[in-house]
Structures are given as structure tokens and as C-alpha cells.
């Protein structure tokens, strides 16, 4: 996801500062191109020569199509090119959905700011049970990913993660208030 940083200045990588070549750095197209590629890379340091070797035994057939027009589309630029453009849009698309959760949703609900990427962290007053959230939405169509998922506790129970990756339209405005209204609803049956 570090190509997708809305920043000009990127984080270093951990391989940038690695004198003994022990990092294994590695990388995929899969969220800045397309998830069904399936295709990334490794820098493997002095690990490479087996890193390759596991990857040609282990592998049953290499997409050698679309390895090619991923390469032509880095030659040329185009991935540069791409890259700026999805950037531009997932930081509008973010800055609009803090905005609409801000505006609709509970007092005291709170947003991660990420620097890149296109997954949004929400914190919710802590009386609302994102598992139901989750429930609820679907049956409108809305997907999110409760936060129990990223832990063996409760701890996250009024927490959701949410993609903001789509093309934005009508739809995901009315999706997002959807969102805020059955966050509403449930608050109030929770007093």
C-alpha cells in the first residue's frame, strides 16, 4: 500500500537501512493494480536463490499474459500515471467519507486519518455493537467488516473498518447515511 501514499514524501522501507541483506522486501500489484492479478515481487536479499527456487516448485503455472502487460505498463509509464491518478481519488474519496460520517453519524464517533490506502478505521460510541452494524447493512446492501474480526477479544466490538476505494456516486452518500442512521437507531434502543 505504500504506493498509494498521499504524500510526496513515502516511509522508508526496512530494506533501504538493511546493511547485512538479511530483509526480505517484497510487494505486490494486487492493490494498486488489480486484485485478480495476483502478481508482486520480492527482494530477497540473500535469501533470493531460495525464495525462487520455492516459488518455481510451488508454483503450478505462471501467468505469463498478464506478468507481460504488467511490465509494459510500468515501461511506459502508465503505472506512474495510474498510480497518481487512484491516489488523487482515494484521498477525495476519503476526505468525503469523514466528512458524511462526521455530519451523520453519532456524537463521539471518531476516523483513523490513514496517510495512504483506502481502508478506513471508525470508532463508534462504545453501546453499539458493530457485529450487529454489520448485519443490518448488508440487508441494505452496505458492506463493512466489524472489528471483532482483528481480535480474539471484544475489544473492537464498536469498531468497523470500511473501503472507501469505490467510484464515488449517490449511492455510496446514501450508503454512508444509511450507515449513520442504523448507528443512530441502534444508540437509541441502547439507552
Known amino acids: 500500500m505504500e504506493r498509494l501514499c498521499y504524500f510526496d514524501k513515502r516511509e522508508r522501507a526496512l530494506k533501504a537501512d538493511d546493511q547485512n541483506n538479511n530483509v526480505i522486501y517484497c510487494s505486490s500489484f494486487s492493490k ?6 495476483r502478481i508482486g515481487w520480492i527482494v530477497g536479499g540473500k535469501f533470493q536463490a531460495k525464495i525462487e527456487h520455492q516459488a518455481y516448485v510451488q508454483s503450478l503455472a505462471i501467468p505469463t499474459l498478464t506478468q507481460t502487460a504488467i511490465a509494459n505498463f ?19 474519496n476519503l476526505t468525503r467519507c469523514q466528512n458524511l460520517i462526521a455530519e451523520h453519524f453519532p456524537k463521539g464517533t471518531e476516523t483513523s486519518t490513514p496517510k495512504g490506502g483506502f481502508l478506513l478505521w471508525v ?20 458492506g463493512l467488516l466489524p472489528g471483532l474480526a482483528f481480535s480474539l477479544t471484544a475489544q473492537f466490538h464498536h469498531h468497523f473498518r470500511l473501503n472507501y476505494a469505490q467510484n464515488w456516486d449517490n449511492t455510496t452518500d446514501s450508503a454512508l447515511k444509511m450507515l449513520g442512521e442504523l448507528c443512530h437507531q441502534q444508540l437509541e434502543k441502547n439507552e
Do not use: C, V
Request: glycine share 6%; proline share 4%.
Open 74 to 92: 510500468l515501461e511506459n509509464g502508465a503505472y506512474d500515471r495510474h498510480l497518481r491518478k487512484t491516489q488523487s481519488a482515494y484521498q477525495d
Open 123 to 142: 470508532t463508534l460510541p462504545n453501546t453499539i455493537n458493530t457485529m450487529t452494524l454489520h448485519s443490518q447493512a448488508l440487508k441494505s446492501g452496505i
Open 32 to 37: 494498486s493494480i488489480a486484485p485478480g492479478f
